[in-house]
């Protein structure tokens, strides 16, 4: 899905492509199939600690909000708010050089490594909210209210919608509850993007820093090119990030009992990373005993 990705970046950062199908030759004849998979390192790196984090949090935030009295809707969608600014946080710095190496216009043998291009950013402005940090109001906004939007809607229509006990139906349940929660969320969050991304990818002109901040970013976009420009790339980006939600979700609630083979062999359908979580004291303890391993804890990543 990487190059919907490449395709969607492409899209909110140049405005001399009319549709989709001439990005599509840009990138083909010039690149072959590899122009669509320009800057996929970073975001290969990033996805197992991205994963990890956003689910972890969602899940320790839900707990903390239980001790408020707040209506489960409610709850979702904070805990998903600060699931998505947290998550935010570690996936910035990967962001900045999956933006600036997919606007390259240079053929894919020709354009910089993924290693070099980050040094040269470092290098030249910095670890700061000018360079390895650019657009990171911006990033907190999309997977902030993304996964704000998607969390409180598709854990609240879940329980809305009644359980199938046919496997198949129960599957098409989930799948498109979860690809109507990442649509929503996609069609929501895409302004964020769009700024995000004409932040951290190349300036108009050379030298001059036209967009600065996520909501000046957005009101320049708005006032030169028109509310649509606010949602250049949404095909793309729906492509990609709808279809994934469902898949997440039915995964993510997959019982054992269905994913037996005919001998008895469990099949693997997602990866588990386990976390060491350390607590100063074990409650059922006396408190003045040592720290100790407390509990480990399974935590999804889904792809």
């Known amino acids: 899905i990487h190059n919907l990705s490449t395709l969607k970046q492409r899209k909110t950062l140049i405005t001399c492509f009319p549709n989709s199908l001439t990005d599509l030759k840009s990138f ?48 979702f969608a904070i805990a998903g708010l600060g699931s998505g600014l947290t998550e935010a946080i570690v996936v910035n710095p990967f962001e900045v050089v999956k933006v600036g190496l997919q606007a390259n216009r240079n053929t894919f043998k020709e354009q910089p ?32 209210v993304f996964n704000m939007v998607y969390f409180g809607f598709y854990f609240n229509v879940k329980n809305i919608v009644p359980v199938n006990k046919d496997p198949t139906l129960e599957f098409l349940r989930k799948f498109g509850i979860g690809l109507l929660s990442g649509t929503i969320a996609s069609v929501i969050n895409i302004p964020f993007d769009v700024a995000k991304s004409r932040i951290q990818g190349p300036q108009p002109v050379p030298g001059e820093i036209k967009y600065r901040t996520c909501f000046k970013t957005m009101a320049t976009v708005y006032q030169e ?22 898949l997440h979700s039915h995964s993510k609630h997959a019982s054992p009992s269905n994913l037996k083979g005919k001998k008895g062999i469990e099949r693997k359908v997602r990866l588990e990373f386990r976390i060491r979580i350390y607590f100063l004291r074990d409650s059922k303890r006396d408190k003045n005993s040592e720290p100790r391993i407390f509990i480990w804890r399974n935590i999804p990543s889904y792809f």
């Open 225 to 246: 090119e028109g509310i649509s420009a606010l949602y250049k790339g949404l095909l793309p980006k729906i492509m990609r990030l709808g279809p994934g939600p469902g």
């Open 28 to 75: 083909y004849f010039p690149n072959r199939l590899f122009g669509f998979y320009k800057g996929i390192l970073p975001p290969i790196l990033a996805e197992t600690p991205k994963r990890a984090v956003k689910f972890f949090t969602f899940e320790q935030y839900k707990n903390l909000l239980g001790y408020v009295s707040l209506s489960p809707a409610l709850t």
């Open 113 to 144: 490594s993924t290693m070099s291009y980050a040094r040269h950013i470092i290098k030249k402005e910095g670890l700061g909210l000018q360079g390895l940090n650019k657009g990171f109001t911006a990033t907190l906004g999309r997977h902030g």
